[in-house]
């Protein structure tokens, strides 16, 4: 006889969960891009916008909290989901050649523990300057946190930038599929809807990668001044 799970912890559950907070995170990633955008506006704008966030204090530190409670429910939802697909098929299939699944789909598990180690070694860079550490902790002509003058100096590096576009082509691989997946699985049934089960993911993934990746490539060529840094 098997034990009923409660309605959270059971199949429909661990997928709506990986589903609810994977989209809180994409919408974590795309206001972070669009913050770290500012680099293009120049060092005043960047540090500043640092400082406001700096300034947030215990907003900035529940902030904090919430997003790594919502980082960590999807990993172990992303476990679970694996371990019980792989319990409903304890026999693999014998030819295991994948008929209508894309690359993206296949690689989930893998892409995304990619991107879990990147925001790890992120954090050890920018936030607590653990990487690169000659560039971190430096203060403007304001006497505040020079985030601009860490980011380009960070970036003039050949290895790190490289580093940032790797992982953030990995998690192209990982938005494109995982956002039409999770309205997938939220069951979205307008069909003005049906887009988001369809392209949405890749557009997003896009529009990521090149906000993203653009920053340290426009970096590393030079583009963005150094100024002071
Ligand atoms: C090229 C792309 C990126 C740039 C230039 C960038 C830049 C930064 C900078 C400058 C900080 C430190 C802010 C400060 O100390 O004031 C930071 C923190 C952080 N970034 Fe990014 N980031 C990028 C991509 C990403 C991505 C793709 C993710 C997640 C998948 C991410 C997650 C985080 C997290 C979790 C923090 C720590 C936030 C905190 O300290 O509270 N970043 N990023």
Redesign the pocket.
Known sequence: MSRKRPPLLSTIGTKTTMAVTGLLLLGF?LV?MLG?LQVYAGREKLNAY?KL??DAGGV?WVA?GG?LAVFVLHVVSAFRVAAMNKAARPVPYVSAVPQVTSTAARTMLLSGLV?AAF?VY??LH??LGVVDAGNHGHLDAKGR?D?YGM?VAGFRQWPIALS?VVA?VL?FFHLAHGVSSAFQTLGVTHPRLAFLKGRFGTVVAGVVLVG?VS??LTILLGLVPCGAC
């Open positions: 990633v972070h770290n640092a966030l700096q900035l904090r997003l991107v925001v992120h954090v920018f936030t946190h985030v980011v940032y953030q998690l993203n920053i340290p």
